[in-house]
């Protein structure tokens, strides 16, 4: 449980005053959903406001702070025109303050005439009249102390001001409370930092403040590496159970190839591992179409040798029922029992299948997420194979290796091309794995970055593609954030080009229920559709090797992590694919750079790598992908100068107090529920 001095932090945004309906909108937009977002919603920029007691022609495009005194007020012309209020400094200067839309009252009670206030704004010119439109305060002379010379500058969205950001921040540091310090004394004095409190507040009042921001940045990052250490010690402290099959299973598949020589490399690195009686944690990164499933049966087969079961769980309904097909097919004529679990296995069906897995029946199970519910008993689960772990995320993974008492080997696959410098940092303390040589025979995929502008000779090409017996994906873009309108994109997009192919045209989004999808996909992958309009759920695992078209709309607003797996749909099979990325209007020069990045290169890893320094950590893994939130608080350069001492800060605690019991390791407890690892704290009671 969270401790109770965490309570007024995680309240609900409404508890803060001046929060209701109209403003938890656009709060919502920007992810604040609890008083703690509001307090890391750090400002990211500033202006200098330039505190003078002279109003000066060259400090036009200024933000000024001065007294001023009101003389007149100039009500001119009719309803539309602005509400004119002169007034002049202490040397007589005239300025006039401008204030459109509003009725009169509120500026005239603001700005009496004949009464000093301090006024903060832009000063502008017209002509050779100086002026102020809306300024950003009036305030008593006694008050005008309270304006910083620095005023943060916060992310906002459409209907939230900076003024009222900034209240909101200030209601949110006011919950927040003193904490008991988690950072290792010699580090805390090494660096200079603050206290977590302080550091906080710093960080809200002086956006320049790089040393409370560090501060910062350094807790979120230790908590991650902290959660990351508490896992795996959580998993060395189980027990497993040591895995060496004989072989006589593998030995009798049919491959109508030779694994690479870096199948072969993970596999031995699997194996290795599992026959230790220390659960695996284990992490194979590979391209698209690198060969993991076959890695993934090997190590399946090494438990099934051994009298075990293994389970292999898919992030979608769609990949599942490919994986078991796939791995059906591979096992054919062989003594291996595989079934399938999905929430839509029913009845008697599902029956037969949870009998099977309680008396050993089946030796493989392939399954979404139903698969580690807890209706489902293992005779003798020995191995999990996770594949794309980025749809998961730490949770689960948590979940999954408390679960069991005899703690199962666990296998994380993705496709995910996580930078080297990365790993770490995400997948802490992993044994990894690198599938970094593709299986012999690839045709490069020749990738075109194209303006939307020309939608209609794409469309032209298409037609040319499926008259000539091809088939193509069209995947449309990300239209906000929410699963409706991509939706409502795909449905536009295949409306159009059914006008022009008739049934040729078929449509898969996110919303569809399991089974019309995977009649969609059926089709598709059975030749009978050519064209495949599609949200993002094909984004992993499907295989059609004669679909040697993508299309890609908006190609510029996905991450290209995203597009590079898009892009691994096709190139499946022998024959030339081309990828065509429409990009919107005007680009931005990263965005630029990014979209030639995919035309250059299909190498995955290097994509990462590149990516990684044209955007940053942050956004590599944007939370859409990822479903879990990554880091809120620290940049990439933060977390590369950071990450080792955060390392060796959380190993230290650990060595000395393993069960966070002391005063800094219960103050370690707090840091982790500060930044919601939760589920790590759980581990430590269940030890
Ligand atoms: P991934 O899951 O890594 O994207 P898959 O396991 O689906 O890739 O493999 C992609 C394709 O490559 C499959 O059709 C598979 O049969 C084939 N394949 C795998 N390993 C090899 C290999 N060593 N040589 C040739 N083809 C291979
Ligand atoms: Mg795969």
Known sequence: MRPDILNPLFAEISALKGVGPALARPLERLGLARAVDVAFHLPGSWVDRKLTDTLDMADAGRIIGIVLTPVEYKASGGSRAPFRVQATDRHGNYVSLIFFGRNSGWPRKLLPLGEPR?????????GQDLQIVHPDHVLPIEEAKDIPEREPVYGLSEGLTNNRMRELAAQALQRAPDLPEWIEPSLLAQKDWPGWHEALARAHTDPADMVAKARLAYDEIFAGQLALMLVRASSRRRRGTPIEGDGHLRSMLKLPFAPTGAQRRSIGEIEGDMAQATPMLRLLQGDVGSGKTLVALMALLNAVEAGAQGAMLAPTEILARQHFATLQNMLAGLPVNIAILTGREKGKAREATLMGL???????????????????????????????????????????TAKAERTPHLLVMTATPIPRTLTLTYYGEMEVSRLDEM????????????????????????GRHIAGGGQAYWVCPLVEESE?????????????L?????DAIALVHGRMKGPDKDAVMEAFAADRTKVLVATTVIEVGVDVPNATLMIIEGADRFGLAQLHQLRGRVGRGDKASVCLLLRGGALGETSRARLALMRETNDGFRIAEEDLKLRGAGELLGTRQSGEAQFRLANPEQIAELIDPARDDARLL?????????????????CLYLFERDAAVGLLRSG
Request: avoid cysteine; hydrophobic fraction near 40%.
């Open 118 to 126: 301090f006024v903060s704004g832009k000063l502008d010119h017209y």
């Open 358 to 400: 309680a008396d050993g029946g089946i030796h493989i199970l392939v399954g979404t997420h139903a698969i580690f519910q807890d209706a489902v008993q293992y005779r003798n689960l020995a191995l999990a194979v996770i594949d794309e772990q980025h749809r998961f995320g730490v949770a689960q993974r948590m979940m999954l």
């Open 439 to 462: 299986p012999p025979g690839r045709q490069p995929i020749e990738t075109r970055v194209l303006s939307t502008a020309r939608v209609d000779e794409v469309i032209e090409a298409l």
């Open 484 to 496: 409706t309108s991509d939706q409502q994109a795909a449905e536009a997009r295949a409306e159009s």
């Open 498 to 502: 059914r006008m022009r192919f008739g």
């Open 654 to 670: 650990i060595d000395r107090d393993g069960g966070l019991d002391l005063p800094r390791g219960q103050a370690a407890r707090t």
